[in-house]
C-alpha cells in the first residue's frame, strides 16, 4: 500500500507536469521554471525507483515530503493567471520599462505573470486578424485611437471592463476630450481606456521668418507664401517636408488636419461618403500643390525630420516628439545622431498647432488607448490602473515625456517636470501641449458619426488611402486632384458597403 501511494503521487506529478507544459504553449518565464520542477522529479523518480528495487525497503519520508512540496508548487503554476499585454512602445528601452513596471505587479501579485509582447503600429490590425482567426487574442493591447472604432465594431473589445477599468481609475480625473474620443455613439460606453498622447503641428525656422518678414505658418496662404519663400535664406534647400509616402501613414496625419481646416469630411450629417466634393478637391489641391517647394519625394515623417534638422527645409508638420530631437538630433539607423546645423536649433523654432484653411481650422493630434479585448481575464482591468497610477504611470510617460501627454488630470504636473528638455521650449509652447486635447480634431471624432463610419475611417486610415491619393497626384502624377478625389469616393464607397453587410 506505502509504495503504491508513492508511484500514485508520482504518477499525478509527471501528469501535472505534462499538462502545464501543453498549456504554457512554448516559451516564457513559466516554461523555464516547469523544465527545471520537471529536472527534480525527474530525480526523484529515479531515486525512489531505486529505492523500491531494493527487496523489503522502506521509501525515504524525506523523498515523499519533497515530492508533496514539488505538487504544491506545481499546482500554484496551474492557477497561474497570465496577461498578454500587446504593445506598440516597441523600441527596446521602452518594453524594458513596461517589463519593470510589470514586475512590480507582479511582485505585489505573483499568482499573475504578464507577458509584455512588442508589436508594430503598422502591424496591429494584420496581428489582431490573425489572433481573431486563431481565436488567440492578447489580454491587453496599447493602440492608436483609429483602431478603437474598427475593433468595436467588430465586437472585439471588452467595453465593460474598459467601462469598469476608467471607474476604478477615477472617471473624474480623465480629460474630458479622451473620454469623448473613446466613446462608442451606438453602445454610449467607453470602448478602450485613454492612456496617453501627442499634438502635431508645424514646427519652423521662427529666425528665418523673422528675418524675412513671413508670417507664422497657420493658414494656407501664409504656408504656401513661406514654402515659396524659405528656400535660399539662411541655406535652407526646400520650404517643407511633406508626407508624400503612398506605404506611411504620415501623409494621412497631415492631411486630415488640412481637410479639416476645409470643413472636409469623409461623411456628412446624412452618412453620404463625400470624399469627392469640392472642400475635399481643395485640400488635395493645397496638399499637393506644396510639393513644388518641398523635399523631393516620396517621403515620410523621417525624411522631412532630418532635412529640418540638417538645415535644408524651413518647416515641417511633425508631433511633439520632435521636441528633444531638436535639442540633441534624432537617432540614425546606423548608429549616433544627427548633427544638427545649430546647436540652438530648438530655440530657434516655433511652433504652429492650429491651422486655419477657407472654411474653417484645425488642430490634430493621436490619442494612444489601452484596449482590453473579448476574453481577457479579469485581472487585465487590475493591470491597466497598475499602469496608470502614479509612480507607474509617470515612468511611461517619462519615455519620452514630448510625445506621451497625460490624459490624467492629476499626473500633468509630475509630466511637466518630467525632462530637462522642456527648458529649451517657452511655457506658452507647453501650455499649449498641455491642453492640446481640448481642441484635437480628428475624422475619427466628429460627434455624429455612428459606429460603422467611424470604423470606415479606421479602415481609410489602416489601409493607406488618403498617403496612395496623395502620391498619385503630388509624385507620381498619374491622377490631378479631381481624379483623385473620386478615387477616393469609389475607395471609401466600396469600405462603407463592406461594414454594412458585415
Keep these: 500500500m506505502f509504495k503504491r501511494k508513492k508511484l500514485y503521487l508520482v504518477f499525478s506529478i509527471l501528469i501535472a507536469v505534462s499538462m502545464l507544459l501543453a498549456s504554457c504553449g512554448g516559451g516564457g518565464e513559466a516554461d523555464a521554471q516547469v523544465s527545471a520542477l520537471e529536472a527534480q522529479i525527474a530525480a526523484l523518480q529515479d531515486q525512489l525507483d531505486a529505492a523500491m528495487e531494493e527487496a523489503g525497503s522502506e521509501v525515504d519520508e524525506g523523498l515523499t515530503a519533497e515530492m508533496e512540496a514539488l505538487q504544491s508548487q506545481l499546482a500554484a503554476m496551474q492557477d497561474r493567471t497570465v496577461v498578454e499585454f500587446w504593445t506598440t512602445d516597441n523600441e527596446e528601452d521602452r518594453v524594458q520599462m513596461y517589463e519593470t513596471v510589470a514586475a512590480r505587479y507582479m511582485e505585489l501579485h505573483p499568482e499573475v505573470e504578464i507577458r509584455i509582447v512588442p508589436i508594430e503600429e503598422a502591424g496591429v490590425s494584420q496581428r489582431i486578424s490573425t489572433a481573431v482567426a486563431a481565436n488567440r487574442l492578447p489580454d491587453i493591447v496599447r493602440m492608436g485611437i483609429e ?42 460606453k467607453y470602448s478602450a481606456i485613454p492612456f496617453d498622447g501627442w499634438i502635431q503641428a508645424i514646427w519652423y525656422r521662427q529666425d528665418v521668418f523673422d528675418e524675412v518678414g513671413l508670417a507664422a505658418p ?4 501664409d504656408i504656401t507664401t513661406a514654402c515659396e519663400t ?26 486630415e488636419q ?38 523631393p519625394g516620396p517621403q515620410y515623417w523621417r525624411g522631412s525630420r532630418e532635412a529640418y534638422e540638417y538645415g535644408q527645409s524651413g518647416m515641417l508638420f511633425y508631433s511633439t516628439y520632435i521636441m528633444d530631437d531638436l535639442v540633441d538630433g534624432s537617432g540614425l539607423d546606423a548608429g549616433g545622431n544627427v548633427e544638427l546645423a545649430y546647436a540652438d536649433l ?23 488607448t489601452l484596449g482590453i479585448m473579448q476574453g481577457a481575464d479579469p485581472v487585465a482591468q487590475d493591470v491597466v490602473q497598475f499602469f496608470m497610477t502614479g509612480e507607474n504611470y509617470q515612468d511611461i510617460l517619462a519615455l519620452a515625456p514630448f510625445g506621451k501627454v497625460p490624459v490624467l488630470e492629476s499626473a500633468v504636473e509630475d509630466w511637466g517636470s518630467a525632462s530637462d528638455y522642456f527648458a529649451n521650449y517657452p511655457p506658452e509652447t507647453l501650455a499649449a501641449i498641455a491642453a ?19 470604423a470606415v475611417v479606421g479602415d481609410i486610415e489602416g489601409r493607406l488611402l488618403i498617403p496612395k491619393a496623395i502620391s498619385n497626384v503630388a509624385i507620381e502624377g498619374s491622377m490631378t486632384p479631381e481624379q483623385a478625389a473620386e478615387w477616393l469616393q469609389e475607395q471609401v464607397e466600396i469600405l462603407l458597403a463592406e461594414r454594412a453587410e458585415g
Excluded at 218 to 221: A, G, K, S
Design 436 to 454: 492640446g486635447y481640448d481642441s484635437m480634431q480628428r475624422w475619427l471624432f466628429r460627434p455624429d458619426y455612428d459606429a460603422t463610419q467611424r
Design 258 to 295: 488640412v481637410a479639416i481646416s476645409n470643413d472636409a469630411w469623409p461623411f456628412d450629417a446624412e452618412g453620404n461618403v463625400t470624399m469627392n466634393t469640392p472642400e475635399m478637391i481643395a485640400a488635395l489641391d493645397f496638399y499637393t500643390g506644396l510639393q513644388d517647394c518641398a523635399l
Design 346 to 368: 530648438a530655440a530657434r523654432t516655433g511652433f504652429a498647432p492650429a491651422m486655419e484653411g477657407p472654411n474653417g481650422s484645425a488642430s490634430y493630434g493621436q490619442l494612444v
Design 230 to 255: 524659405l528656400p535660399g535664406n539662411d541655406d535652407l534647400l526646400y520650404g517643407i517636408g511633406l508626407g508624400t509616402d503612398p506605404g506611411q501613414n504620415y501623409g494621412h496625419q497631415v492631411f
Design 218 to 221: 497657420i493658414t494656407w496662404e
Design 147 to 188: 483602431r478603437v472604432a474598427s475593433f468595436a465594431a467588430d465586437g472585439i473589445l471588452d467595453e465593460d471592463a474598459a467601462e469598469a477599468t476608467i471607474a476604478a481609475i477615477g472617471t473624474d480625473d480623465f480629460r474630458a476630450g479622451p473620454l469623448q474620443m473613446v466613446t462608442n455613439p451606438e453602445t454610449g
